[in-house]
């Protein structure tokens, strides 16, 4: 593994253990799969694909997407749906279900997170933009922010109108992500920030800014202007790409430095299933009896 550098890393490790939110972008996704074995797309590689595909030649991804939206929407939804649905990804993406995620936040459309989620035997994903954020601590609020594969009746967030509009579209949604930075550190991976409704949701005035916990984001190449401009932000700087960032949270953990959030050995307990219908152990004095006075039909005692 190459040098990581961490800014802050037993609190981002404690973190891991106590609960942390995730913000994921394009640069998280890069090492799945799609189901013709090709590695999913950043957005300068997504424009070049439909430039090809659709005989364009603008490489601007949102005025591309925008031209695109207004002329073969059908051809350009079933194209994304197809490229960005997922069929194999390594298996260090796994890590994630061995920390204590809260919540997850997304500008990707593929199903990355669902997959990796759904391989955990303690954890399931919450979709927080049909349900309501979830209390369950079972559950992880899983937020889409510009549509997903998996919720077809959701529209894509490509083109500059939708892009320009989503904030102001579906300010409640953006809302969950305010309120999250509040109550947990939030990790970013992938993702360079370029979005203006993130920048609105973190730094709104509505926003309680000295009430946000600590946040991290994963740099891979970054100008000595571009680390300023994030710690101006109020992020602790992470210099690392995506695999090798987690695979030093899965050397963490295996060193016993953070503990797993889920045993690899065994299954959930019926107690950890249905907490709320065990008999506690305190309970002294209870009788017992043959089994053949149930079948008989005899009335309990107390």
Known sequence: MGNISIENEYSLQEAFNSGINLFVGAGFSIYAHDFNDRSLPLGSQLAEELCNHFNKNLHDLPKLATILEATRKDDFHKYLTNRFSVKSYPKFYNILNDINVKSIFTTNIDNLIPKIINESRKRYIHYQNVNGESTDVKAINYLPLHGNVEQKHQEYIFGIPSLANIFDNSERTWWFLTHAIEKYPTLFIGYGLNDSSTIQALTS??????????????????????????????????????????????????????????????????????????????????????????????????
């Open 205 to 302: 005035k509505k926003t309680f800014n000295n009430a946000q916990k600590e946040k991290w984001i994963v740099l891979k190449d970054y100008s000595t202007e571009e680390k300023e401009y994030y710690e101006s932000l109020g992020f602790s700087i992470i210099i690392s790409d995506t695999k090798q960032f987690l695979e030093y949270i899965g050397d963490k953990i295996n060193s016993k430095n953070i503990p797993s959030q889920q045993s690899s050995n065994c299954s959930p307990s019926i107690k950890d299933l249905f907490p709320k219908n065990i008999v506690p152990h305190t309970i002294k004095n209870i009788s017992k009896r043959p089994i053949k006075e149930f079948f008989q039909g005899l009335p309990p005692t107390w």
